[in-house]
């Protein structure tokens, strides 16, 4: 009976956590894209700027931007601290769209010049040249890295507990302090696994997909 008990109120948390982790894609994906094109601007300003953005972004760790992000505001300008799922979905998003800027900014500079060059010589504008000729290329390239970082995130969202929003782990913590047993935290593992499985599948197909257009 308690088991069940336990499994239903893991299922609600689980939905932070998936809500978390799509929210932060969501955001985080196009975000990253715009932060790689400032990485590879020709304005030298612009191209500093962002380069020491994502340096920050990566080398701080995540939850200590989470603090950041949900303190921050309360600590420099004296207003009210603000809401803990935003904060958290703010947070994350920043911190993982200066990674896949940097996954994004390897997948463009991998194509050969000669076919922006190609498209140049055959009239084509520069956005053209990118969805017609490097997007699709750039896709494949980095779906392995890219599955990678979306994988780690599915993890990363037990983060989100230490500033208190009731994901899977706060749950299983809080439980298992009211029961004095330690297994509902493992038990947390069999939802994270079967999540990562799904990616783990998704991307596999995805994969296949690209596999007919050889690079």
Known sequence: MIFWQVTLQFLKGFGTTCSIFALTLLFALPLGLIISFGTMSKFKPLKAVMKTIV??????PLMLQLFIVYYGPSLLFHVPIGDKFVSTIIAFSINYACYFSEIYRAGIEA????????GQVLGMTRFQI???????QVVKRIVPPMGNEIITLVKDTALARTIVVVEIIHLAHKISNTLAEIWPLFYTAIFYLAF????????????KKLSYYKV
Do not use: D, N
């Not at 340096?55 to 701080?60: K, L």
């Not at 194509?111 to 190609?118: F, K, L, M, V």
């Not at 990562?196 to 994969?207: A, S």
């Open 55 to 60: 340096w920050v972004v990566r080398g701080v």
């Open 111 to 118: 194509i050969p010049r000669g076919q922006i060059e190609a």
């Open 130 to 136: 990118f969805t017609r000729i490097t997007l699709m």
């Open 196 to 207: 990562v499985g799904i990616l783990t599948l998704l991307f596999g197909w995805f994969e």
